[in-house]
């Protein structure tokens, strides 16, 4: 099965600082990639999904990248809501891994 | 305008089976390529991946759960089940179902496991 490898576990940063989190595929998944962000007591939200591409109505400081084995999320300028924690998930095969999870802080 | 929503036990003691139902609106799990998931997550921890169940009734399962696991669907009443056999303290974890693209999560509901 495929694992997925995210990191940092837990950043702090100012708002309007560039956020970058990272996911790294144990075997190439191709772009078959979602980010997802959540709130304490809620469902996740679907950000990002086949690597890169936006979701209808979430904002434009959002975006993702990479194929393959390597993925990568940011947050161009950080806001505080989006204080949360964020997880990346592999789709392929039509099997799910999710990531470990990044928790998002204001410095 | 599409909705999921987990019913189920929200205590259950260990070795016993959980029985878990979602139950959506908005679309047919009859419609091709469509699908329903469960995910479930510890307090605290990350989410975890359990099962997929498509419309022509493809199942998945994650490995490591595979052998305690079975998911159904009742295309009839809209609703996808999921049942976890020989429970333990440690599947203590909010249970989410969600449409497989993604977008579409249930609201969630804890399961605690304890005698």
């Known amino acids: 099965d495929i694992q997925m490898t995210q990191s940092p576990s837990s950043l702090s940063a100012s708002v309007g600082d560039r956020v970058t989190i990272t996911c790294q595929a144990s075997q190439d998944i191709s772009n078959y990639l979602n980010w997802y962000q959540q709130k304490p007591g809620k469902a996740p939200k679907l950000l990002i999904y086949?690597?890169?591409n936006l979701e209808t109505g979430v904002p434009s400081r959002f975006s993702g990248s990479g194929s393959g084995t390597d993925f990568t999320f940011t947050i161009s300028s950080l806001q505080p809501e989006d204080i949360a924690t964020y997880y990346c998930?592999?789709?392929?095969?039509?099997?799910?891994?999710f990531g470990q999870g990044t928790k998002v802080e204001i410095k | 305008q599409i909705t999921l929503k987990e019913s189920g036990p929200t205590l259950v003691k260990p070795t016993q089976t959980l029985t878990l139902t979602c139950t959506f609106s908005?679309?047919?799990?009859?419609?091709?390529?469509?699908?329903v998931g469960w995910i479930r997550q510890p307090p605290g921890k990350a989410l975890e991946w359990l099962a997929l169940?498509?419309?022509?009734?493809?199942?998945r399962y994650s490995p490591s759960l595979k052998s305690r696991l079975t998911i159904t669907k009742d295309t009839s009443k809209n609703q996808v089940v999921l049942t976890m056999t020989n429970m333990d303290p440690v599947d203590t974890a909010t249970y989410y179902c969600?449409?497989?693209?993604?977008?579409?999560w249930g609201q969630g509901t804890l399961v605690t496991v304890s005698s």
């Open positions: 169940i498509y419309w022509d009734d493809d199942k």
């Open positions: 998930q592999q789709y392929d095969n039509l099997l799910w891994t």
């Open positions: 969600a449409h497989d693209q993604g977008v579409h």
């Open positions: 908005g679309f047919s799990l009859s419609t091709s390529g469509v699908g």
């Open positions: 086949d690597a890169s």
